[in-house]
């Protein structure tokens, strides 16, 4: 890995995205000679293990249905006492959904009043990884780019779970998927007086957002499993984040900060990593390179995520964009440290300082480490509680059962303002799809295997109930009270070093 040093990565995050594309082409020919394939990704620079670079580059191969054995699939279900939605009792109410749900009515908000229109969703297009149509509880997929990865696969996995989870109970819908790191409705080109204004933002689907655009955030494809460097699905790797916070007491840990991931992404990433011990200094971090080639021919032994709260603090920082490993990381009862984000998932923007996080500069990494970590050590209990709070968040409200719940308002709300009828794609890009076709369409290995782990084999009772919108005095006085809690840490720390100098 040490090769990739002062290659030409990784782009510098402001130059324009066709530059980034191309430099990323060519960074792609070169490392091609060292390995045989690599993708780019929000986590790390992941090396694959299962195939050549041609996979990534050839057309979409889950979408067509074909005649291949369904045997496998039919073993896993037949096995399981099959409920039908006669048999719930919807009648019972269900308790209110957790807080960050109230951003979904945020994320919707530019289109409160217009509508969506078929002509927005049809502009939502040219990023589009895929458009997907739900029509009578059925699914279909019009298939557009080839995503990073299996993203787009376990996506739209993810989204056919649901429907079994909640079956029929989904309206029909048109949606398009951008499965893409980083968020490109400007919100600007929309705001009054802009020429687009008249015509409204495209609503587009991705995984993340930022302050300055409208892109509609949605669970990533790792809740259902990322095959590519073996993180397994939510449900069950929740159970042994859980199992594995168990394995040490907090104060047992080592008293450092500890990361670990793939500094090539991001320039604020190799940024950290000069915070790192050495014999001139101790900033309290101890911080590691991700090896994927390494770990995928060990068999991922090192990089199992469960038994990673060996340290009382865990960094988050963001890569090209947000990062898959956040709820992993909160999920450890170690005490996050978080540096200030700029992206936001979907469940993200809920979390407060000093309750579910400590906040560390962006702009002064190695300062802001070194004081939390020796105010945790100093405030054992407190630094302790803080991460309780982040572990019991996402054990308890990040939940598999609520990651549907979300997707289920999300679509349901955004259902409710198409305009226009949802209509089965007339072409020949466009194809029926279920759980079935796509489990036989699966590579073996990790895909397949993640698909029947996550596979939802019967329904569930109702969604918990949707929260009403923040007032926008309530939302506003949440921001303040966040950036407050920041900027109180951030005085602590300049008191600290003033004293120290
Ligand atoms: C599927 O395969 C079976 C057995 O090979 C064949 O009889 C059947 O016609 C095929 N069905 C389709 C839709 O191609
Ligand atoms: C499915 O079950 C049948 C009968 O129980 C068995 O013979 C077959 O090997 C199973 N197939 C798979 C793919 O597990
Ligand atoms: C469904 O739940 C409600 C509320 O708890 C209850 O009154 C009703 O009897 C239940 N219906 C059935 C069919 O179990
Ligand atoms: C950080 O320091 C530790 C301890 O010296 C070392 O093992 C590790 O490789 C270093 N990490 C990086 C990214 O250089």
């Known amino acids: ?68 054995t369904t045997q496998n699939y039919q ?39 217009t509508g969506i ?16 149509v739900i029509v009578d509880g059925k699914v279909y997929l019009e298939k557009y780019m080839k995503s990073i990865q299996t993203r787009d696969v376990f ?21 398009m998927f951008d499965c893409d790191d980083q968020p490109v409705v400007r919100s600007r080109d929309y705001e009054r007086g802009q020429p687009n204004a008249a015509v409204g933002p495209p609503p587009l689907f991705r995984y993340c957002g930022d302050r300055f655009t409208l ?70 971090a101890r911080l590691y390179v991700q090896d994927w080639i390494l770990e995928s021919q060990q ?23 947000w990062s898959v490993s956040e709820k992993h990381i909160l999920a450890c009862d170690s005490m996050t440290l978080l540096v200030n984000t700029r992206f936001h998932d979907f469940f993200t923007r809920y979390l407060q300082p000093v309750k579910h996080y400590w906040p560390i500069r962006a702009d002064d990494k190695c300062k802001s480490i070194k004081f939390a970590v020796d105010w945790g050590n100093s405030h054992k209990q407190k630094a302790h509680e803080i991460g309780k709070a982040s572990s019991d968040f996402i054990q308890e409200e990040l939940k598999m059962d609520y990651v549907y719940d979300y997707m289920f308002h999300l679509l349901n709300e955004y259902a409710k303002l198409l305009k226009f009828k949802p209509m089965v794609p007339e072409n020949s890009l466009a194809v029926e799809i279920s759980s ?21 084999k019967s329904p569930t ?13 309530i939302l506003g006085d949440f921001y303040r009270k966040k950036l407050n809690a920041i900027r109180r840490v951030q005085k602590w720390e300049n008191e600290y070093w003033e004293i120290k100098v």
């Open 215 to 284: 892109d509609i955030v949605f669970p990533d494809w790792s809740f259902w499993g990322w095959a590519e460097i073996n993180i397994k699905p939510w449900e069950g790797l929740l159970k042994e984040i859980k199992e594995g916070n168990k394995k040490s007491r907090w104060v047992d840990r080592e008293p450092y900060a500890y990361w670990k991931g793939n500094p090539f992404v991001a320039e604020t990433r190799q940024d950290l990593l000069k915070c790192n011990v050495s014999d001139k200094h101790d900033w309290n």
């Open 117 to 132: 229109t078929r002509d927005m969703v049809e502009r939502a297009k040219p990023t589009a990884h895929f458009r997907l």
């Open 155 to 175: 996506t739209i996995w993810g989204i056919l779970q649901l429907l079994s989870h909640y079956p029929g109970r989904l309206p029909d819908l048109e949606l």
């Open 461 to 473: 009772t109702s969604p918990c109930t949707m929260p009403p919108p923040y007032e926008p005095k």
């Open 1 to 68: 890995m040490q090769k990739f040093y002062g290659i030409i990565w990784p782009p510098r995050l402001n130059i324009k995205r066709g530059l980034a594309t191309t430099t990323a082409l060519l960074f792609f020919l070169i490392v091609a000679v060292f390995v045989s394939s690599f993708w780019i990704d929000t986590y790390k620079l992941s090396i694959s293990v299962v195939n050549s670079i041609n996979k990534n580059q050839e057309p979409p191969s889950i979408i067509i249905p074909s005649n291949c």
């Open 436 to 456: 079935e076709t796509m489990v036989s369409m699966a590579a073996d290995g990790s895909e397949k295997k993640f698909m029947m782990e996550s596979l939802v």
């Open 75 to 113: 073993n896993q279900t037949q096995n399981y006492p099959i409920r039908t939605i006669h048999d719930l009792n919807l009648s019972i109410p269900r308790p209110t959904c957790p807080d960050y749900f109230r951003w979904i009515h945020e994320d919707l908000k530019p289109w409160k009043v």
């Open 299 to 321: 068999g991922f032994k090192k990089s199992n995520l469960a038994s990673q709260c060996t340290h009382r603090y865990k960094i988050y920082i963001e890569g090209y964009a």
